[in-house]
């Protein structure tokens, strides 16, 4: 089964100022998509970010950037200027060819003011 | 708007019982995907499917089922409800590879 490790423990970050969530990924096939979701207390699932195996450039959307790093098979999400409402669990996630969506275990943010 | 609705916010069923948990999409996406949530642990896939009729098993299928007769709804199947199935349930749909998934409301299910 494909693996997505997420590993950081609870993070606290200061409001406006930049935070990165670390994410890992485990598949040997070569065309892959990573996403990025954030959940809020209120439970929904919100997408945030995509990034695809080959697409040469970081993927960027507003305040969220991807730092994808094919060789190292990592794709860090960097949040920039944090607000309260960032303060959630963030997913990352990746699908394969067979149309298999999987998620890590999450890394919980919480912004003080 | 892309939608997607789980037939349940709430579900308490005993020990034993077989249940159904439904989801239905409406923007003819050809995947869709049953996860369940639980503190720690994420979101694992329990099934998901690609096409009417067509079913793959993801990591934690033992005690769960499926079925897509239509392409819009999935459903879940517990065929025996136990008490360690307590847990969040979410749907998801999307429609290809590089395109996001949909998240229904999620479902909470309590077997007692």
């Known amino acids: 089964a494909q693996k997505i490790t997420q590993t950081q423990p609870g993070m606290f970050v200061q409001e406006k100022e930049a935070v990165t969530l670390d994410c890992t990924y485990d598949t040997s096939d070569p065309s892959y998509g990573l996403f990025w979701y954030k959940q809020p207390s209120s439970g929904e699932m919100i997408f945030l970010i995509y990034?695809?195996?080959?697409?040469?450039q970081n993927a960027t959307e507003g305040r969220y950037s991807l730092n994808f790093q094919k060789a190292r098979k990592s794709a860090n999400l960097v949040i920039s200027a944090s607000q309260l409402g960032d303060s959630a669990m963030y997913f990352c996630a990746m699908i394969r060819g067979n149309n298999r969506l999987a998620f890590g275990k999450g890394n919980q943010v919480v912004v003080i003011p | 708007d892309v939608k997607v609705t789980q037939s349940s916010r709430y579900l308490v069923k005993r020990t034993g019982e077989k249940v159904f948990l439904e989801c239905v999409q409406d923007m003819d996406h050809e995947n869709m995907f049953w996860y369940r949530q639980d503190p720690g642990l994420g979101l694992r896939l329990i099934y998901f499917?690609?096409?009417?009729?067509?079913?793959e098993k993801g990591d934690i299928p033992e005690g769960y089922s499926v079925s897509r007769e239509k392409k819009e709804r999935f459903s879940l199947i517990l065929e025996s409800a136990s008490t360690n199935q307590t847990s969040m349930y979410l749907c998801?749909?999307?429609?290809?590879?590089?395109?996001?998934?949909?998240f229904g409301q999620g479902t909470r299910l309590t077997v007692v």
């Open positions: 499917s690609y096409d009417v009729k067509m079913k």
């Open positions: 990034q695809g195996s080959y697409d040469q």
């Open positions: 998801a749909s999307s429609t290809s590879l590089n395109t996001e998934a949909f």
